[in-house]
């Protein structure tokens, strides 16, 4: 398991770090670069970060939906770390933090989507 730490300092950037023990690297995650340039046609895969009703409710009650927002719009840079078990920091405060509780890939012939759920963490 990492840590996953969403940091919006200004509103048209974002910053994210994993904890360099467990992943050996930190700093802003890389655009995905096509690793197949035939011309075959593959299927687009995005990402959709959705949350269980305790974990919008969690977001409400605390404040985090900004962070959120972020995390959202920009799901598809996150979609290659995320992965299940994964706390995610949108605040400075550990007790606030959400999980990664599934990944499921909803496959279509012309877009497929990867769902990431994400739910109430339990507390350290």
């Not at 075959?40 to 990402?47: E, G, K, L």
Request: hydrophobic share 45%.
């Amino acid at each position: 398991m990492h840590v996953v730490r969403v940091d919006v300092s200004r509103a048209d950037s974002l910053t994210m770090t994993m904890n360099p023990y467990l992943r050996g690297r930190s700093g802003p995650v890389p655009a995905p670069q096509p690793s197949d340039p035939s011309p075959v046609m593959q299927p687009r895969i995005r990402a959709h970060i959705s949350l269980t009703s305790a974990a919008q409710n969690h977001v409400v009650r605390n404040g985090l939906r900004p962070r959120l927002a972020v995390l959202m719009e920009h799901a598809t840079q996150f979609e290659r770390i995320l992965l299940a078990g994964d706390r995610v920091a949108l605040s400075d405060a550990t007790n606030l933090d959400l999980y990664v509780m599934r990944r499921r890939l909803v496959v279509d012939a012309r877009e497929s989507t990867l769902e990431i759920v994400l739910d109430v963490a339990q507390s350290l």
